[in-house]
Structures are given as C-alpha cells and as structure tokens.
C-alpha cells in the first residue's frame, strides 16, 4: 500500500529478445548468477509499499518464469501472465491480471535492472499527484528527423527538422499511473489501433497530462549483447565510494580522529565531535550507496547532533549499508596533516573503525602524509580526509 492506496508492479518482459540474440530472450540473460528479470523483480520485492507484482512473459516462458521468480518474490503475490502481439496487448494483459480496482501502478521494463530507489520515488509521488509520471534524461546529442525513404549507402536519408535539444527527453521505466486512468488509456489505444512504445503514449494520447520526473542515466536498458558488459559490472554486486573532509584546528577541543582520542595540543572545530577521518568515511560510503551525504543526513542546523561522537553517526550509515544489503569489502583513507604524526595510532584508527563497520581490520587502511608545508594542512591551520570504499554485497565473493 501507498498510504490507503494498492501499488501494483507490472514487469514488461513479453519481448522476444530479437535484437539481443541467443538462446535466451534478453530478460532470461545471465546477470551476476541470476536473470535480468530476476534482478529486476527483486527490486520490487523487497519495496514494503508494493502489494502485487504482474510479469508479463511470452507463452513459451511462462512456467520458466514463475519457477525462476519464486524465491524473489516469495513475500508478494505474484501472477505470471502470458504477452500480446505488441506492448499494448501485453500491458493489458498485466492490467487484467492486476487484482486491485483502483491505486497506482508501475510498468517496469524487465531489462531495466538498475533503477535506482530514488527515481522509482519520484515517479511514485509524482504519479500519486497528477496520474501519470515517467522517468526521463535530457538527450545529449543533437537529434534530426529525417524524410522517408533511402537508408541504404546509396541512398541516404536527408534531414527534414532538428527539434529544440533542450526540450527533448529520453524516457525510462518505471512509469506510474493511476490504476484506472491507465486501464482507459490502454483500452483506447487498442480500439484506436495506437502503437505505443511506452506507457505514457497512450496516457498522453488519452487527454492526460503526464509528469516528467528526473531519471538516471545510469538505469540503462539491456537491449544487445553489446550492453551486457555494462550490465554484468553494474550486476557484479560491488559499488565505488569516494570521500573527503576538511576542518580546522581549534585550541579548546580534544583531537578525535576514527574514533580514538589522538594525544594533540589542539582539536578540529565542527557543530559534531569533527571527526574529520570518519567524515569522509561516511561520505564515501554514501556515495557509494547513492543516499546523499552527511550533510543531508545530519545537517549541522539540527542541535541533536552538536557535540556527537561522529562514531554514532557511522553506526548509523553501517546500519544503512546492511540494509540495502551491502557490506565492507575493503577502505582505504587518508590523512592529510603536518602534525600529529599518525603512525603510532594508525592500528587504533583502523581496529575502532573497522568494529563500527562490521568488518575486520585487514579491510580498512589508513595512510597519512603532509603537503610539504603548502596550503592550509601545511600551515598546520587544519587537517583534510580522503576515504575511497569498495562495497560488496553480502553473499559475493
């Protein structure tokens, strides 16, 4: 449910495959030890707010489906429904196959297995609010439209307009609709012989207005051989995070460095402990993740953490980690300072944050080194941070 709303899935995945060749349709396609639409399904089980999911497979592929999705989507009632001859067709037959009488819905193309949490909220709220929401990225090339005809070498196509780039769009999944809204506009589009290529088609064409929300060039659709290299790195279970930090000294404070109160005329000034090393640490482990940073999270307005021990506030990024299901495979930070010299607590450092983390000390490593007397670590007025994290979700090797 979404607030007193059901939120149904549909899974688009009804394709051929024609253009991805194999023995396979691209949906079926080995990614990281399971399915493209496998990874695309787990996406959806494991949102609390989705009541029902709806695969749409072609014919031949309907028991293999429903065998392979199981375990996925074992906590949410699944129905695997036999595609159309085209996208109309098949998402009607999602649409029949939807329980609910009302609330929202998503289409999801199955060979879209990286769509981020925060694209599938926008499109959510957006949809609750206007009815209709896609997902889009502004196009980066200039596009021409051409006239009819030629194609081949010796007969090329010639350029007939080249629209505003600025305006342009290109649209992704998922895309959300009010239940009803999109059983009417499918409906139409099938009396009307319309041929769609996307949800919204039908939508627009039926008088409504459709929201676009911001999408993410990295949620890329699986369409040739080509993009399974991509696909597989994207798949592989590992995330890159990079952080930094910088504070000045400040005479009245205690110098708090990964957790261990390093022994220093001087501390670092902050609205938190100003644990410099473990600020960057968080950094990096949200970018990784893609959830913001430690300002968005816990802004220096907010008196609740004045004072904090900046470790608090890594149990609380860890405690995020494990929920998205992801764990320490190894960081790497450095300190950038005159003085202290670090080396006499760099096996502290690296033992305190690594019991935060969860993981064990051999995965975490701290290096320090000076600017030769440049910039402001080298006039000793302050300390900066670099933290470089690999994620690795649990269960990979």
Do not use: W
Request: net charge negative; charged share 25%.
């Amino acid at each position: 449910m979404y607030g007193d709303r059901p939120l149904a899935v549909i899974l688009a995945a009804g394709g051929s495959g024609a253009r991805f060749g194999g023995d396979l349709p691209k949906q079926f396609a080995d990614l990281g030890g399971r399915s493209v639409l496998e990874a695309s399904a787990e996406l959806f089980a494991a949102d609390a707010r989705v009541d029902e999911i709806v695969v749409v497979v072609p014919g031949e592929y309907r028991d293999f489906a429903e065998d392979s999705l199981r375990v996925a989507c074992q906590q949410k009632k699944l129905t695997v429904v036999t595609g159309g001859a085209d996208r109309t067709a098949s998402v009607n037959a999602g649409l029949a196959a939807v329980s609910a009488a009302d609330g929202l819905v998503l289409i999801h193309d199955a060979a879209r297995p990286f769509v981020s949490r925060e694209v599938i909220d926008s499109v959510i709220e957006a949809a609750l609010a206007y009815g209709a929401a896609v997902p889009a990225v502004p196009v980066t090339d200039t596009i021409y439209e051409t006239e009819p005809g030629g194609g081949a070498a010796a007969a090329p196509r010639f350029a007939a307009s080249i629209p505003e780039r600025n305006m342009l769009r290109a649209v992704q999944t998922p895309q959300g609709f009010d239940l009803a809204l999109l059983r009417a506009a499918h409906q139409k589009a099938l009396k009307d012989d319309l041929r769609v290529t996307d949800d919204g088609m039908p939508a627009l064409a039926a008088g409504a207005r459709v929201a676009v929300v911001d999408g993410d060039p990295a949620n890329i659709k699986i369409t040739t051989p080509e993009d399974m290299p991509f696909a597989a790195l994207r798949g592989s279970g590992f995330r890159v995070g990079f952080g930094f930090d910088a504070h000045r000294f400040d005479g009245g404070r205690p110098l708090i460095l990964g957790g261990v109160r390093i022994p220093f005329e001087k501390g670092l000034a902050g609205h938190s402990d100003a644990d410099v090393l473990t600020h960057a640490l968080m950094d990096a482990i949200l970018g990784a993740l893609g959830a913001g940073d430690i300002g968005q999270r816990f802004p220096d307005t907010d008196d609740a953490y004045k004072g904090v021990s900046s470790m608090l506030l890594l149990a609380d990024v860890a405690s995020l980690m494990q929920g998205e299901g992801y764990e320490i495979a190894n960081c790497d930070m450095t300190l950038v300072t005159e003085r202290p010299k670090m080396a006499p607590h760099r096996r502290a450092v690296e033992e305190s944050l690594a019991t935060a983390l969860g993981t064990e000390p051999k995965n975490v490593s701290l290096k320090a080194t000076t600017t030769e007397k440049l910039g402001f670590t080298g006039r000793e007025e302050g300390i900066a941070a670099e933290a470089a994290v690999l994620l690795r979700q649990r269960g990979e090797k």
